[in-house]
């Protein structure tokens, strides 16, 4: 089984890059998220063309998440939003595929540290480890995908001191980040990657992917079950060089 996770940032604009790259690489998951699009209208049509099912919450104009499950794959058990959280905005959706349950999540930007968005990150962040906690306990089989809006370590950030204390690179952000994998989660690009300058998201600004100017936000965490199946764990920059692409790039977990 693979395991993918991709913030399209617009899936009405990326959706032929989605389209392509599920055809040159059929895996079995693929979370997206800022679909920014309102729930009725998401192109299932086309998704199904390309051989998968899916489901999702959409959202007009923001944030919105889907999971995209090859043909042939079981769907069960879909939840949409963080239990017991009430949240106007649509950034979490979960799954069982095949025996493994898959959270699907968009992270809270958070804006800038003395923002109001900041604080909403915090509770936010708050409500998922919550979430994430519950889960763990009725799923040994169980991975976190999605755009986390956190660079977890210094090495994960082109310009560690540019980004002290920044938002996506402050302590707060990371201790959460360090909550998860205290769980009993592993992060699974580092069970096989240790090089520096390793990122999944570009600003469009002043050709930063052409620098790799970039930070590592875009995160798979396993279960320790899951951790023994894993067998490679890479990001794919090659949608980032296409036209009109998703800041961000796929990132894509293999399992045995």
């Known amino acids: 089984m693979q395991l993918a996770t991709w913030n399209v940032n617009s899936l009405k604009v990326r959706l032929p890059h989605v389209v392509q790259w599920l055809a040159d690489n059929p895996i ?4 997206l998220q800022e679909l920014k699009m309102d729930h009725p209208v998401f192109p299932l049509a086309d998704i ?31 939840v949409q939003g963080i239990p017991g959280y009430e949240d106007e905005q649509r950034r979490v959706i979960a799954a069982t595929i095949d025996g493994v349950r898959v959270i699907c999540a968009y992270f809270v930007n958070g804006e800038a540290v003395d923002s109001p968005k900041y604080q909403y990150k915090l509770g936010w962040l708050a409500a998922l480890e919550g ?23 210094d090495r994960d950030v082109y310009d560690p001191e540019g980004w002290r204390e920044q938002v996506l690179c402050t302590t707060p952000e990371r201790d959460s980040f360090r909550r ?5 989660l592993s992060d699974s690009f580092r069970l096989f990657n240790q090089e520096d300058k390793q990122y999944s998201w570009w600003d469009y600004r002043a050709m930063m992917f052409r620098r790799n100017m970039g930070v590592r936000i875009d995160h798979i965490l396993i279960t320790d079950s899951l951790k023994a199946r894993a067998t490679g764990c890479v990001i794919d920059k090659t949608p980032r060089k296409w036209e009109r692409p998703s ?9 045995a």
């Not at 079995?28 to 979370?31: A, E, G, I, K, S």
């Not at 306990?137 to 660079?151: H, K, S, T, V």
Request: proline share 4%.
């Open 48 to 78: 199904e063309a390309a051989g998968y099912q899916a489901v999702w919450f959409g959202q007009k104009t923001y944030n919105g998440v889907a999971i995209l499950v090859k043909n042939g794959r079981t769907i069960s058990d879909v």
């Open 131 to 153: 979430y994430v906690a519950s889960e763990l306990a009725r799923y040994p089989d169980f991975a976190l995908l999605g755009d986390y809006n956190i660079a977890p370590e």
């Open 28 to 31: 079995d998951v693929l979370c």
């Open 180 to 184: 998860l994998i205290a769980m009993g």
């Open 247 to 255: 800041d961000h790039t796929p990132v894509v977990l293999t399992l």
